[in-house]
């Protein structure tokens, strides 16, 4: 099923796309509570963003990058071998040997969202 990405790739994916929201927010002298409102989402939502944890919806670091006029390289995220598959593959994988992550219908719901 093409290009296998590990977990850790995957993560420091996510972690990556996080620090560049947060550095776009700080060049641009935005504090995350004023990003937050701006955007209808709770503060502690920008923060899990910014850290990149793989649990927050696609949906909202749109909303955010898309705020902050931030042009992320959605082609990594939302191709076949992009990194929203392989983090649903990783999830069935865990499924099937019933080591099943808290996060799977985040990840299904991000994905049905770029697809």
Do not use: F, H, Y
Not at 6 to 13: H, N, Y
Not at 62 to 87: H, Y
């Amino acid at each position: 099923m093409g290009i296998q990405m590990g977990t850790d790739e995957i993560e420091a994916i996510i972690r990556g796309i996080g620090q560049q929201i947060r550095d776009c927010r700080k060049e641009k002298k935005i504090s995350a509570a004023d990003l937050a409102k701006s955007v209808g989402l709770g503060r502690m939502t920008i923060n899990r963003i910014e850290a990149g944890e793989p649990g927050v919806s696609l949906a909202n670091v749109l909303k955010v990058s898309g705020a902050l006029a931030l042009d992320l390289d959605m082609e990594t995220i939302v191709k076949p071998e992009g990194m929203l598959l392989k983090m649903m593959q990783i999830q069935a994988d865990k499924s099937k040997s019933g080591k099943v992550d808290s996060r799977q219908n985040d990840i299904e719901e991000c994905a049905s969202m770029a697809l």
